[in-house]
């Protein structure tokens, strides 16, 4: 399974003279305010693409009214709520948490942790996929100080969030092998050399015995 996480480049909170990533709603507008007084307009704490901010606006109203998204294929929410949180998107962008798209897309980058702003840590956050996590801080340079965050708690209601199968196997019905499949799925994702070695590459595994082998670290958590 892979789930939404924020990631921060402690390298800029830093810089701007703050020793902790943002935890809660408040601390992120006053990050944000802190990075614009210290360092200047073209720095943020973070920067969500068309998809990262429509599961930042699910999350954000997860946590506030306590209803999940969808159900059973319908959605639970009105559009009023719809709007409010379009609105609270468009606050972070007017409080200077995250640039505009205009901004962003200005700069031709295929995707944020591509871009000069990220490599550069005047982007100093994103919120991506657990399973990405390697691949986003591999652009940084090495005193960038790449961390992953805490949820953030947008509502009182509940915590949001969003979640997915990030990888699954089975052996088909037409597989020649299906004996040899199997004991290569099992060694993969039960066995401790192979686990070890798959790591959190795909995600979190739900294997029993995977989550009890020790993994090789892909990044710093403080």
Not at 49 to 58: G, V
Not at 64 to 75: A, I, N, R
Not at 145 to 153: H, P, T
Not at 165 to 178: I, L, R, Y
Request: aromatic residues 10%.
């Amino acid at each position: 399974m892979a789930g939404r996480i924020f990631y921060w480049n402690m390298a800029t909170f830093k810089k701007a003279g703050l020793d902790h990533y943002p935890t809660t709603e408040q601390e992120l507008l006053d990050a944000a305010k802190t990075f614009q007084e210290k360092l200047g307009d073209d720095y943020y704490p973070l920067a969500a693409t068309t998809l990262d901010r429509m599961i930042m606006m699910t999350f954000y109203l997860e946590s506030k009214y306590g209803e999940p998204w969808v159900t059973d294929s319908t959605l639970n929410y009105t559009v009023e709520q719809l709007q409010e949180g379009l609105e609270w998107i468009q606050s972070l962008e007017d409080n200077h948490v995250m640039p505009d798209l205009k901004t962003m897309n200005a700069a031709g980058d295929k995707n944020i942790t591509d871009g000069q702003a990220w490599i550069t840590g005047k982007y100093a956050g994103i919120f991506t996929w657990d399973s990405s996590a390697l691949s986003s801080s591999q652009n940084l340079p090495d005193d960038a100080e790449f961390v992953v965050g805490d949820e953030i708690k947008w509502g009182e209601a509940a915590n949001g969030g969003f979640a997915k199968v990030s990888m699954g196997m089975a052996v088909t019905q037409s597989c020649e092998h299906p004996v040899e499949a199997a004991a290569l799925i099992n060694f993969i994702l039960n066995e401790k050399e192979g686990a070890s070695i798959m790591g959190t590459q795909c995600g979190m595994v739900c294997s029993k015995p995977a989550r009890n082998t020790p993994r090789r670290p892909v990044l710093s958590t403080s």
